[in-house]
Protein backbone atom coordinates (compact mmCIF):
# COMPACT_ATOMS: atom_id res chain seq x y z
CA UNK A 1 0.00 0.00 0.00
CA UNK A 2 1.55 3.23 -0.85
CA UNK A 3 0.27 6.62 0.32
CA UNK A 4 0.72 9.98 0.10
CA UNK A 5 -0.21 12.31 2.49
CA UNK A 6 -0.54 15.86 1.83
CA UNK A 7 -0.43 18.60 5.04
CA UNK A 8 -0.07 21.85 5.40
CA UNK A 9 2.72 21.66 8.58
CA UNK A 10 5.02 18.56 9.08
CA UNK A 11 8.02 19.01 11.73
CA UNK A 12 10.40 21.06 12.00
CA UNK A 13 7.17 23.37 11.77
CA UNK A 14 5.59 23.46 15.15
CA UNK A 15 1.81 21.83 15.12
CA UNK A 16 -0.06 19.18 16.05
CA UNK A 17 -1.10 18.30 12.89
CA UNK A 18 2.19 18.47 11.37
CA UNK A 19 3.69 16.02 14.28
CA UNK A 20 0.10 13.83 13.91
CA UNK A 21 0.95 13.04 10.35
CA UNK A 22 4.40 12.26 10.97
CA UNK A 23 3.50 9.71 13.88
CA UNK A 24 0.88 8.21 11.54
CA UNK A 25 3.46 7.62 8.87
CA UNK A 26 6.10 5.98 11.34
CA UNK A 27 3.60 3.49 12.49
CA UNK A 28 1.74 2.61 9.04
CA UNK A 29 5.46 2.24 7.48
CA UNK A 30 6.07 0.06 10.56
CA UNK A 31 3.16 -2.39 9.47
CA UNK A 32 4.17 -2.18 5.59
CA UNK A 33 3.52 0.37 3.79
CA UNK A 34 4.83 2.98 1.82
CA UNK A 35 4.40 6.67 2.74
CA UNK A 36 5.43 10.05 1.17
CA UNK A 37 4.27 13.19 2.19
CA UNK A 38 3.92 16.57 0.56
CA UNK A 39 4.28 19.54 2.99
CA UNK A 40 5.06 23.34 3.19
CA UNK A 41 8.89 24.00 2.30
CA UNK A 42 9.21 24.89 5.39
CA UNK A 43 9.03 21.86 6.69
CA UNK A 44 12.09 18.86 6.57
CA UNK A 45 15.07 19.00 8.34
CA UNK A 46 15.95 18.34 11.56
CA UNK A 47 12.66 17.11 13.91
CA UNK A 48 12.40 18.88 17.12
CA UNK A 49 9.45 17.29 18.70
CA UNK A 50 8.77 13.64 18.03
CA UNK A 51 11.42 11.39 18.48
CA UNK A 52 13.04 9.09 15.06
CA UNK A 53 10.99 6.40 14.53
CA UNK A 54 12.39 3.28 12.53
CA UNK A 55 10.56 3.96 9.57
CA UNK A 56 10.96 7.55 8.29
CA UNK A 57 8.53 8.64 5.25
CA UNK A 58 9.68 10.34 1.96
CA UNK A 59 9.11 14.40 2.59
CA UNK A 60 8.50 16.56 0.20
CA UNK A 61 8.72 20.30 1.33
CA UNK A 62 7.33 21.45 -2.38
CA UNK A 63 4.31 23.33 -0.99
CA UNK A 64 6.00 27.25 -1.18
CA UNK A 65 2.76 29.48 0.51
CA UNK A 66 -0.48 28.84 -0.38
CA UNK A 67 -2.69 28.69 -3.38
CA UNK A 68 -3.62 26.83 -6.49
CA UNK A 69 -0.10 25.48 -6.64
CA UNK A 70 -1.22 23.17 -4.56
CA UNK A 71 -2.67 20.88 -7.41
CA UNK A 72 0.39 21.14 -9.64
CA UNK A 73 2.39 20.12 -7.14
CA UNK A 74 0.11 17.27 -6.44
CA UNK A 75 -0.38 16.37 -9.66
CA UNK A 76 3.52 16.19 -10.87
CA UNK A 77 3.79 13.22 -7.86
CA UNK A 78 0.87 11.02 -8.37
CA UNK A 79 1.96 9.53 -11.86
CA UNK A 80 5.71 9.33 -10.25
CA UNK A 81 4.50 7.79 -7.20
CA UNK A 82 1.26 6.15 -8.20
CA UNK A 83 0.06 5.83 -4.45
CA UNK A 84 -3.04 3.98 -3.79
CA UNK A 85 -4.36 6.84 -1.67
CA UNK A 86 -3.97 10.61 -1.30
CA UNK A 87 -5.00 11.21 2.09
CA UNK A 88 -5.36 14.60 2.99
CA UNK A 89 -4.80 16.26 6.50
CA UNK A 90 -6.94 19.18 6.96
CA UNK A 91 -7.40 22.24 9.10
CA UNK A 92 -7.61 24.87 7.39
CA UNK A 93 -5.61 27.67 8.58
CA UNK A 94 -2.53 25.35 7.66
CA UNK A 95 -3.72 25.76 4.05
CA UNK A 96 -4.30 29.72 4.38
CA UNK A 97 -8.10 28.78 3.80
CA UNK A 98 -7.15 28.86 0.17
CA UNK A 99 -10.17 26.94 -1.18
CA UNK A 100 -7.47 24.84 -3.32
CA UNK A 101 -7.22 21.98 -0.97
CA UNK A 102 -11.02 21.41 -0.86
CA UNK A 103 -11.63 21.29 -4.34
CA UNK A 104 -8.43 18.76 -4.92
CA UNK A 105 -10.22 15.57 -4.58
CA UNK A 106 -12.22 17.03 -7.69
CA UNK A 107 -9.74 17.60 -9.36
CA UNK A 108 -8.13 14.11 -9.07
CA UNK A 109 -11.30 12.37 -10.30
CA UNK A 110 -10.32 13.75 -13.77
CA UNK A 111 -6.72 11.81 -13.83
CA UNK A 112 -7.30 8.32 -15.65
CA UNK A 113 -6.38 5.30 -12.87
CA UNK A 114 -6.39 7.91 -9.96
CA UNK A 115 -5.53 7.31 -6.39
CA UNK A 116 -8.48 6.73 -3.95
CA UNK A 117 -8.62 10.60 -1.86
CA UNK A 118 -9.24 10.05 2.01
CA UNK A 119 -9.44 13.11 4.31
CA UNK A 120 -8.99 13.74 7.76
CA UNK A 121 -10.96 16.62 9.77
CA UNK A 122 -9.09 17.89 12.38
CA UNK A 123 -11.11 20.45 13.50
CA UNK A 124 -14.33 21.83 11.52
CA UNK A 125 -14.07 25.32 13.67
CA UNK A 126 -12.98 28.25 11.16
CA UNK A 127 -11.00 31.08 12.02
CA UNK A 128 -13.11 34.06 11.14
CA UNK A 129 -12.80 35.26 8.08
CA UNK A 130 -15.89 38.76 7.87
CA UNK A 131 -19.26 38.54 8.52
CA UNK A 132 -21.56 35.35 7.41
CA UNK A 133 -18.65 33.77 6.00
CA UNK A 134 -19.29 30.75 8.28
CA UNK A 135 -21.82 29.39 5.35
CA UNK A 136 -19.30 29.59 3.10
CA UNK A 137 -16.70 27.90 4.35
CA UNK A 138 -19.13 24.94 5.53
CA UNK A 139 -19.93 24.38 2.26
CA UNK A 140 -16.35 24.47 1.11
CA UNK A 141 -15.83 21.30 3.80
CA UNK A 142 -18.92 19.71 2.67
CA UNK A 143 -17.49 19.95 -0.87
CA UNK A 144 -14.02 18.21 -0.02
CA UNK A 145 -15.74 15.64 2.10
CA UNK A 146 -17.93 15.05 -0.89
CA UNK A 147 -15.37 14.78 -3.21
CA UNK A 148 -13.38 12.61 -0.67
CA UNK A 149 -13.73 8.54 -1.02
CA UNK A 150 -13.80 8.62 2.41
CA UNK A 151 -13.42 10.33 5.59
CA UNK A 152 -11.38 10.51 9.03
CA UNK A 153 -13.21 12.34 11.77
CA UNK A 154 -11.22 12.63 14.75
CA UNK A 155 -14.10 13.24 17.43
CA UNK A 156 -17.59 12.80 18.95
CA UNK A 157 -18.44 16.71 17.96
CA UNK A 158 -16.96 16.67 14.50
CA UNK A 159 -19.09 13.21 13.90
CA UNK A 160 -22.23 14.16 14.84
CA UNK A 161 -22.01 17.67 12.71
CA UNK A 162 -21.15 15.51 9.80
CA UNK A 163 -23.85 13.09 10.06
CA UNK A 164 -26.38 15.27 10.36
CA UNK A 165 -24.88 16.88 7.31
CA UNK A 166 -26.13 13.73 5.38
CA UNK A 167 -22.68 12.22 4.78
CA UNK A 168 -24.00 9.16 6.10
CA UNK A 169 -21.70 6.27 7.86
CA UNK A 170 -20.35 4.61 4.99
CA UNK A 171 -18.34 7.89 4.25
CA UNK A 172 -17.16 8.59 7.35
CA UNK A 173 -14.71 6.63 9.60
CA UNK A 174 -14.06 7.18 13.49
CA UNK A 175 -10.30 7.00 14.09
CA UNK A 176 -9.28 9.14 17.02
CA UNK A 177 -5.82 10.82 17.11
CA UNK A 178 -2.95 10.02 19.24
CA UNK A 179 -0.30 11.28 21.65
CA UNK A 180 2.50 13.34 19.78
CA UNK A 181 4.25 13.18 22.84
CA UNK A 182 5.33 9.69 23.71
CA UNK A 183 5.96 9.11 28.24
CA UNK A 184 9.90 9.22 27.54
CA UNK A 185 11.69 12.00 29.88
CA UNK A 186 14.92 11.91 29.85
CA UNK A 187 17.35 9.02 30.98
CA UNK A 188 18.52 11.11 34.51
CA UNK A 189 14.99 12.55 34.89
CA UNK A 190 14.65 13.49 38.42
CA UNK A 191 10.97 14.68 39.11
CA UNK A 192 11.99 16.42 43.02
CA UNK A 193 14.93 17.89 40.65
CA UNK A 194 12.45 19.17 37.70
CA UNK A 195 10.18 20.61 39.52
CA UNK A 196 12.67 22.35 41.45
CA UNK A 197 13.64 24.53 38.52
CA UNK A 198 9.94 25.86 37.97
CA UNK A 199 10.48 26.42 41.47
CA UNK A 200 8.37 24.25 43.19
CA UNK A 201 8.58 22.03 46.14
CA UNK A 202 6.92 19.38 47.26
CA UNK A 203 3.96 21.48 48.95
CA UNK A 204 3.22 23.44 45.42
CA UNK A 205 0.19 22.68 43.53
CA UNK A 206 2.05 22.70 39.96
CA UNK A 207 -0.41 22.93 37.46
CA UNK A 208 0.29 22.35 33.75
CA UNK A 209 -1.55 23.13 30.88
CA UNK A 210 -0.08 22.01 27.41
CA UNK A 211 -0.38 23.01 23.81
CA UNK A 212 -0.75 26.03 21.72
CA UNK A 213 -2.75 28.64 22.49
CA UNK A 214 -5.71 30.29 21.11
CA UNK A 215 -9.61 31.72 21.57
CA UNK A 216 -11.09 28.06 21.93
CA UNK A 217 -9.01 26.74 24.92
CA UNK A 218 -9.86 29.15 27.29
CA UNK A 219 -6.79 30.84 28.17
CA UNK A 220 -8.12 33.68 30.04
CA UNK A 221 -10.56 31.11 32.43
CA UNK A 222 -6.72 29.18 33.20
CA UNK A 223 -5.41 32.72 34.34
CA UNK A 224 -8.33 33.45 36.42
CA UNK A 225 -8.53 30.19 38.11
CA UNK A 226 -5.15 30.42 38.69
CA UNK A 227 -5.85 34.19 40.31
CA UNK A 228 -8.91 32.98 42.24
CA UNK A 229 -6.31 29.76 43.80
CA UNK A 230 -3.88 32.15 44.26
CA UNK A 231 -6.03 34.97 46.25
CA UNK A 232 -7.48 31.94 48.73
CA UNK A 233 -3.77 31.28 49.56
CA UNK A 234 -3.31 28.14 47.56
CA UNK A 235 0.82 27.16 46.42
CA UNK A 236 -0.41 26.99 43.10
CA UNK A 237 1.69 27.93 40.08
CA UNK A 238 1.24 27.18 36.63
CA UNK A 239 3.15 25.70 33.93
CA UNK A 240 2.83 26.44 30.32
CA UNK A 241 4.43 23.56 28.46
CA UNK A 242 5.23 24.29 25.04
CA UNK A 243 5.43 26.50 22.59
CA UNK A 244 3.12 29.45 22.81
CA UNK A 245 2.07 29.47 19.22
CA UNK A 246 2.30 27.56 16.27
CA UNK A 247 3.25 28.20 12.33
CA UNK A 248 -0.04 28.06 10.70
CA UNK A 249 -2.97 30.02 12.17
CA UNK A 250 -1.37 33.88 12.37
CA UNK A 251 -4.39 35.12 14.61
CA UNK A 252 -2.91 32.86 17.58
CA UNK A 253 -0.23 35.87 17.97
CA UNK A 254 -2.92 38.31 18.93
CA UNK A 255 -4.94 36.46 21.44
CA UNK A 256 -1.30 35.17 23.05
CA UNK A 257 -0.76 39.31 24.13
CA UNK A 258 -4.29 39.59 25.15
CA UNK A 259 -3.87 36.57 27.67
CA UNK A 260 -0.54 38.22 28.44
CA UNK A 261 -1.90 41.53 29.39
CA UNK A 262 -4.74 39.33 31.36
CA UNK A 263 -1.96 37.71 33.67
CA UNK A 264 -0.29 41.22 34.21
CA UNK A 265 -3.75 43.08 35.23
CA UNK A 266 -4.37 39.99 37.41
CA UNK A 267 -1.08 40.08 38.76
CA UNK A 268 -0.02 36.50 38.84
CA UNK A 269 3.03 36.60 37.02
CA UNK A 270 5.05 35.23 39.24
CA UNK A 271 2.84 31.97 39.24
CA UNK A 272 3.17 31.52 35.55
CA UNK A 273 5.99 29.67 33.80
CA UNK A 274 6.43 28.75 29.94
CA UNK A 275 8.47 26.33 28.97
CA UNK A 276 8.83 27.24 25.54
CA UNK A 277 9.41 24.89 22.45
CA UNK A 278 11.62 22.24 23.52
CA UNK A 279 12.67 18.49 22.62
CA UNK A 280 10.01 15.29 23.35
CA UNK A 281 11.80 14.67 26.25
CA UNK A 282 11.41 17.74 27.90
CA UNK A 283 8.47 17.87 27.03
CA UNK A 284 7.04 14.88 28.65
CA UNK A 285 9.88 15.71 32.19
CA UNK A 286 7.66 19.04 32.38
CA UNK A 287 4.32 16.95 32.24
CA UNK A 288 5.60 13.89 34.51
CA UNK A 289 6.78 16.98 36.87
CA UNK A 290 3.16 18.70 37.17
CA UNK A 291 0.50 17.32 39.77
CA UNK A 292 -2.23 17.89 37.34
CA UNK A 293 -3.29 19.13 33.81
CA UNK A 294 -5.75 21.98 33.77
CA UNK A 295 -6.88 21.85 30.28
CA UNK A 296 -10.26 24.49 30.27
CA UNK A 297 -11.61 24.01 26.41
CA UNK A 298 -14.08 26.14 25.79
CA UNK A 299 -15.99 23.57 23.34
CA UNK A 300 -15.80 20.84 26.14
CA UNK A 301 -12.97 18.22 26.56
CA UNK A 302 -12.69 16.97 22.87
CA UNK A 303 -10.68 14.34 21.48
CA UNK A 304 -9.38 16.62 18.65
CA UNK A 305 -6.86 17.83 21.10
CA UNK A 306 -3.35 16.90 20.95
CA UNK A 307 -2.56 18.11 24.25
CA UNK A 308 -5.22 16.09 26.09
CA UNK A 309 -4.09 13.02 24.42
CA UNK A 310 -0.68 13.80 25.86
CA UNK A 311 -2.13 14.23 28.93
CA UNK A 312 -3.58 11.01 29.14
CA UNK A 313 -0.74 9.19 27.80
CA UNK A 314 1.30 10.93 31.26
CA UNK A 315 -1.47 9.90 33.45
CA UNK A 316 -2.02 13.03 34.82
CA UNK A 317 -5.14 13.90 36.60
CA UNK A 318 -7.04 16.10 34.92
CA UNK A 319 -9.16 18.92 35.07
CA UNK A 320 -11.35 19.87 32.00
CA UNK A 321 -14.36 20.92 30.81
CA UNK A 322 -17.75 18.67 29.70
CA UNK A 323 -18.76 18.46 26.21
CA UNK A 324 -21.42 19.72 24.70
CA UNK A 325 -24.42 17.26 24.52
CA UNK A 326 -24.04 16.31 20.65
CA UNK A 327 -21.25 14.18 22.00
CA UNK A 328 -23.92 11.53 23.09
CA UNK A 329 -24.95 11.10 19.55
CA UNK A 330 -21.47 10.01 18.86
CA UNK A 331 -20.88 8.67 22.48
CA UNK A 332 -20.64 4.92 20.80
CA UNK A 333 -17.79 5.20 18.16
CA UNK A 334 -15.50 7.07 20.57
CA UNK A 335 -13.84 5.86 23.96
CA UNK A 336 -14.61 8.80 26.04
CA UNK A 337 -13.52 10.97 29.19
CA UNK A 338 -15.86 9.70 31.98
CA UNK A 339 -16.20 12.30 34.73
CA UNK A 340 -14.67 11.52 38.27
CA UNK A 341 -13.12 8.60 36.69
CA UNK A 342 -10.56 9.52 34.08
CA UNK A 343 -11.17 13.24 34.78
CA UNK A 344 -12.84 16.00 36.28
CA UNK A 345 -15.60 17.60 34.03
CA UNK A 346 -16.75 21.45 34.91
CA UNK A 347 -18.94 23.82 33.01
CA UNK A 348 -16.99 25.60 30.27
CA UNK A 349 -15.92 29.34 30.87
CA UNK A 350 -16.28 28.95 34.54
CA UNK A 351 -12.98 30.12 36.00
CA UNK A 352 -14.54 29.44 39.97
CA UNK A 353 -15.62 25.84 38.72
CA UNK A 354 -11.78 25.43 37.54
CA UNK A 355 -10.31 26.70 40.44
CA UNK A 356 -12.95 24.50 42.56
CA UNK A 357 -12.11 21.50 40.95
CA UNK A 358 -8.39 21.58 41.33
CA UNK A 359 -8.88 22.75 45.37
CA UNK A 360 -10.73 19.41 45.40
CA UNK A 361 -8.12 17.52 43.38
CA UNK A 362 -5.38 18.32 45.77
CA UNK A 363 -6.64 17.87 48.36
CA UNK A 364 -7.55 14.28 47.66
CA UNK A 365 -5.29 11.66 47.39
CA UNK A 366 -7.24 8.77 46.50
CA UNK A 367 -9.31 11.06 43.85
CA UNK A 368 -5.56 11.91 41.92
CA UNK A 369 -4.45 8.19 42.41
CA UNK A 370 -8.10 7.62 40.59
CA UNK A 371 -7.87 9.54 37.72
CA UNK A 372 -4.59 9.26 37.10
CA UNK A 373 -5.11 5.22 36.76
CA UNK A 374 -8.34 5.95 34.55
CA UNK A 375 -6.43 8.42 32.64
CA UNK A 376 -3.03 5.84 31.73
CA UNK A 377 -6.26 3.04 30.77
CA UNK A 378 -8.06 5.67 28.64
CA UNK A 379 -4.85 6.42 27.06
CA UNK A 380 -4.44 2.76 25.51
CA UNK A 381 -7.43 3.43 23.51
CA UNK A 382 -5.53 5.91 21.53
CA UNK A 383 -1.93 3.75 20.63
CA UNK A 384 -0.81 5.03 17.20
CA UNK A 385 -0.32 1.04 16.33
CA UNK A 386 -4.17 1.04 16.89
CA UNK A 387 -4.60 3.91 15.42
CA UNK A 388 -2.46 3.05 11.69
CA UNK A 389 -4.00 -0.72 11.83
CA UNK A 390 -7.90 0.96 11.16
CA UNK A 391 -6.41 2.95 8.46
CA UNK A 392 -5.22 0.21 6.80
CA UNK A 393 -8.42 -1.22 6.76
CA UNK A 394 -10.21 2.00 5.62
CA UNK A 395 -8.04 2.23 2.80
CA UNK A 396 -8.32 -1.66 1.81
CA UNK A 397 -12.27 -1.06 2.03
CA UNK A 398 -11.81 1.81 -0.63
CA UNK A 399 -9.03 0.89 -3.26
Not at 291 to 309: F, K, N, Q, T, W
Not at 316 to 341: H, K, M, N, R
Not at 343 to 368: C, G, I, K, N, Q
Request: net charge negative; hydrophobic share 45%.
Amino acid sequence: MRILFITGEYPAMQGGVGDYTRQLSQALGALGADVHVLTDANAGGDHLRVPAGAYEPTVYPEIDGVGWQLWGRTLHLCPQLRPDVVHIQYQSAAYGLHPAVNTLPWRLRAWPGRPRVVTTFHDLRFPYLFPKAGPLRWQTVLALAKGSDANVITNPVDWARMTQAGLGNHRIFAIPIGSNIHCQPPQDYDRVRQRAIWGADPETWLLAYFGFLNPGKGGEVLMRALAGLVRSGKPARLLMVGGKIGSSDPTNQAYLAHVEQLIDDLGIGDRVQWTGFTANDQVSANLLAADCAVLPYREGASLRHGSLMAALAHGLPIVSTQPPESVDEAASAFPLLCDGESALLVPPDDPVAAADAVTRLMSDAALRTRLAEGALALSHHFDWDTIAQQHLEMYAWIV
